[in-house]
């Protein structure tokens, strides 16, 4: 059952031009998203995250947008650069029923930034 | 302090033999996870604990795996008797609080032939 989901495996984009990256998620009871974003033979790493409470958050280039109704949420980079090429992941968390709060991620967008 | 840090960064072992994987979490975080990736997919939960205490073990992990956290601080991953479907990236990850973001060391990346 994969609770958090993107649904593109892949994206190329323009120097300049703004990357999407969508993410759907089926539980309600995730309270907080968030993006990361990953190179070969790393760790993820943090990028920008929101609360359930809020429908946007914005930090520098990077935007997130949040639809609760719809239960999905976007990441937009603008503008893209070639060093933003990587594989970014959508996270969600809450509580699961033995009361661990954990993350759970999707599959990841690679995103191609094209000079 | 300079993050997550997990050793060693890669290992490659025989099929049957088992292996160890560290983690030293940011100092100050209670809170411990490990993932595991493989080629295509993205981090699935493993393990967390809460301080030392280990307060969910996932079905992906079979009595093979075992990890500890003995005093709260740095963790333990073990596999014994590995198998090759056991190769993947092992990811382990720290945070302070709920509704904040988790740190991620830099993975140990497991080939086992």
């Known amino acids: 059952d994969q609770q958090v989901k993107q649904n593109s495996p892949s994206l190329s984009v323009q120097e300049g031009r703004i990357s999407i990256l969508n993410c759907d998620y089926t539980?309600?009871?995730?309270?907080?998203f968030l993006w990361y974003k990953k190179y070969p033979a790393e760790g993820p790493t943090f990028l920008i995250s929101?609360?359930?409470?809020?429908d946007k958050n914005e930090d520098g280039r990077f935007t997130v947008f949040l639809n609760k109704s719809a239960k999905h949420l976007s990441l937009h980079i603008v503008p893209s650069q070639p060093g933003d090429s990587a594989v970014y992941f959508c996270?969600?968390?809450?509580?699961?029923?033995?009361?661990?709060?954990?993350?759970?991620f999707g599959t990841g967008t690679r995103l191609k930034v094209l000079a | 302090d300079t993050g997550v840090s997990q050793d060693p960064r890669h290992k490659i072992t025989k099929r049957g033999q088992n292996v160890t994987f560290r983690c030293d979490p940011i100092s100050e975080h209670n809170r411990l996870y490990w993932y595991r990736q493989t080629l295509g997919q993205g981090p699935e939960f493993l393990t967390y604990f809460q301080n030392e205490a280990q307060l969910e073990k996932s079905r992906l992990l079979s009595d093979r795996f075992s990890a500890e956290r003995p005093k709260g601080s740095f963790s333990t991953l073990e596999i014994q008797r590995t198998e090759q479907g056991d190769s993947a990236m092992y990811l382990c990850a720290s945070t302070l609080n709920m509704n904040t973001e988790a740190f991620f060391g830099q993975g140990t990346r497991l080939t086992v032939v």
């Open positions: 539980n309600s009871m995730f309270d907080y």
């Open positions: 996270a969600a968390s809450a509580f699961g029923p033995s009361g661990t709060y954990k993350y759970i």
């Open positions: 929101i609360s359930s409470i809020k």
